[in-house]
């Protein structure tokens, strides 16, 4: 599976991250290189194999439905860059 | 139940409907925090670092929530998966902290189901469930508290949900709305979401395609976020399908897209193309093993389920031998259908239900109050309808006795007893009566022997008015009869 420029410009934009253009080439190219390096595992033959979620054989376990934490919006709230009324305020988002 | 069909002058169209419900999971903590999730606290209190996204923190998921989804599925007939994982679910959107929604994508906790609905000719048919399963909610953006900013309250974040996805299998409108009505009432019974849509606790996405009667593939289709009450999905499932129509008919495409629908004109405006937007990147959540059930902890589920509400019902009509529309009225939620079969217990249920259906639910309404507080018991509601049945007090008295619980709260006999208002069947007491009528109104006498029948009513009200409206009235129809004739 080969990158292109067009996947860097819309991976970026979907993970709301600025890419220069002068940079698009060379992440570009480091994509490809990690894709390249992982495509190596295809030469191993998992047909009929279900994929791993994980390589821990424990169970997954669960909490009890019991309140534990809360009431603290100061310190939610902290490294807010903007706070109005207890809310975090951020740019007008519009549909 | 009918097919929605649009007829134009060339083509004849089937509408294609199929639904996404988003139900608030009831538990007192998040999905996978400790934080509370009672509803209208103060912004930002109900929130803990891993619902705020904070680097580091690691969640752990709630046993409640998925209890509550495998109750939710044993309720619609549907599979419980023993294996099921989480996934992450990637988008960029100012009241989601994490940029991500865990959510179950490849395997999700509860697989196909199914649910018959009924609509009000009586015809049913089978609606399939396709999956449940369950995610977190995002937190709440306010967009109209200031010109210039959105506020974003995130006590809501992690709040556990199930989407409940149903197959394409609705061709109309009433379909869907009677679906959604059952399933409401469905996790009322279970308790696993309170069902309230304009709350938002329960929330629709719409899907809706159109295609000529005949064809067998499905047309692109489009569909309407949050739509929030019954009516308005009702009403999105036709405006939208005439939109496709028009657009084929002239000549046009329709494209798979999110629309939004706007109740105030009864139409939808286009949100966003759907290839685009909805590149959401999903790869198994790694901070979360797969969730594995044993069949032994899915059949203690099972063992804690309640009556729902067809079963309800058909015990109802099988066993208490009331009307199919007074069951289905009577089950639609479960403490009324608890408060029926307490005040039927032992008494003539057909006659509590009448009760029930009419004076009782019109003196709710018209109080604006919930079944628990009533100021009648229905244990009092049993006693009134014994006291007609046996004869103690007639049909007219006991609508002046259930005004009297009404405003009292008192048992039905002791009002009885203290007014005096218990029915004459004694027949010379009655007879009296009659002797003392027939002798003050000799013209009307003549008038009825001479063949005006008519006035029987009117000789039957005189002495119901002169008995105090105690006298039975059968018993005086009877005496009547034989005394003019």
């Known amino acids: 599976m080969a990158i292109d420029a067009d996947t860097v410009r819309k991976i970026a934009f979907l993970s709301r991250l600025k890419v220069d253009d002068d940079k698009i080439e060379d992440t570009k190219d480091e994509f490809n290189k990690i894709l390249t390096w992982v495509e190596e595992l295809n030469e191993v033959d998992t047909d009929g194999v279900e994929p791993l979620v994980s390589v821990n054989q424990t169970n997954l376990t669960m909490r009890k439905d019991v309140v534990t934490e809360g009431n603290q919006p100061e310190a939610i709230l902290a490294n807010a860059p903007l706070q109005e009324y207890g809310y975090f305020a951020v740019p007008k988002v519009i549909e | ?37 009672e509803y209208g606290t103060e912004p930002n209190h109900n929130v803990s670092f891993i619902d705020a996204g904070m680097p580091g923190m690691l969640p752990t998921l709630n046993e409640e929530c998925v209890r509550q989804a495998i109750k939710t599925g044993l309720g619609l007939n549907a599979k419980i998966n023993k294996y099921s994982e989480f996934s992450r679910k990637n988008y960029f959107y100012a009241d989601l902290p994490q940029g991500y929604q865990i959510t179950q994508f490849q395997y999700p906790l509860v697989g196909e189901g199914s649910l018959e609905v009924e609509t009000e000719d009586g015809s049913r048919r089978t609606i399939g469930i396709e999956r449940i399963h369950i995610e977190q909610d995002a937190g709440k953006s306010i967009h109209d508290l200031d010109p210039s900013m959105t506020f974003v309250d995130l006590n809501r974040a992690g ?16 379909e869907a709305g009677e679906f959604l009505r059952k399933l409401r009432s469905i996790v009322r019974y279970l308790g696993t979401c309170d069902g309230n849509m304009d709350e938002g606790s329960m929330r629709c996405d719409v899907n809706v ?13 489009s569909e309407m976020k949050n739509v929030n009450s019954v009516r308005f999905v009702m009403q999105a499932i036709e405006s939208e399908a005439k939109r496709h129509v028009e657009v084929y008919e002239n000549g046009g495409t329709i494209e798979q897209e999110t629309r939004q629908f706007d109740p105030a004109s009864g139409t939808s405006k286009l949100m966003r193309k759907k290839e685009f937007a909805h590149d959401y990147r999903y790869f198994p959540e790694p901070d979360l093993l797969p969730l594995v059930l044993t069949d032994e902890y899915i059949d203690n589920i099972k063992k804690e389920m309640v009556e729902l509400p067809d079963a309800k019902k058909a015990r109802f009509i ?12 009577l089950c639609e939620n479960r403490e009324v259908a608890e408060f029926f079969e307490k005040a039927a217990a032992g008494h003539d249920a057909k006659k509590v239900a009448n009760w029930m259906m009419g004076d009782f639910f019109a003196l709710l309404n018209k109080d604006g109050l919930s079944i628990h507080e009533s100021p009648i018991s229905a244990e009092n509601l049993g006693k009134l309808v014994d006291l007609i049945t046996k004869g103690v007090i007639n049909g007219k008295t006991a609508k002046d006795v259930f005004e009297m619980m009404a405003e009292t709260g008192e048992s039905p006999e002791k009002i009885v007893e203290e007014k005096g208002l218990k029915q004459v069947t004694d027949t010379a007491a009655i007879e009296a009566i009659i002797d003392k009528i027939i002798a003050d109104n000799p013209a009307n006498v003549e008038a009825y022997r001479n063949g005006k029948t008519g006035l029987m009513g009117w000789f039957v009200g005189q002495v119901m008015k002169a008995s105090g409206g105690k006298a039975n009235p059968a018993v005086v129809n009877g005496l009547l009869q034989s005394r003019l004739s």
Not at chain 2, 11 to 28: D, M, T
Not at chain 2, 159 to 174: Q, Y
Not at chain 2, 209 to 221: A, C, Q, Y
Not at chain 2, 318 to 329: P, S
């Open chain 2, 159 to 174: 709040v556990g949900l199930m989407e409940i996805v149903t197959k394409a299998d609705f061709r109309s409108p009433e």
């Open chain 2, 318 to 329: 099988n066993e208490l031998g009331i009307t199919a529309y007074d069951a289905m009225v």
């Open chain 2, 1 to 37: 139940m009918t097919a929605m069909i649009i007829e134009t002058e060339k083509n004849k169209w089937e509408v294609i409907c199929g639904l996404e419900i988003h139900c608030q999971i009831v538990s007192n903590s998040k999905m996978f925090s400790g934080a509370s999730t």
């Open chain 2, 209 to 221: 395609s159109v295609r000529k009667v005949g064809e067998t593939s499905f047309r692109p289709r």
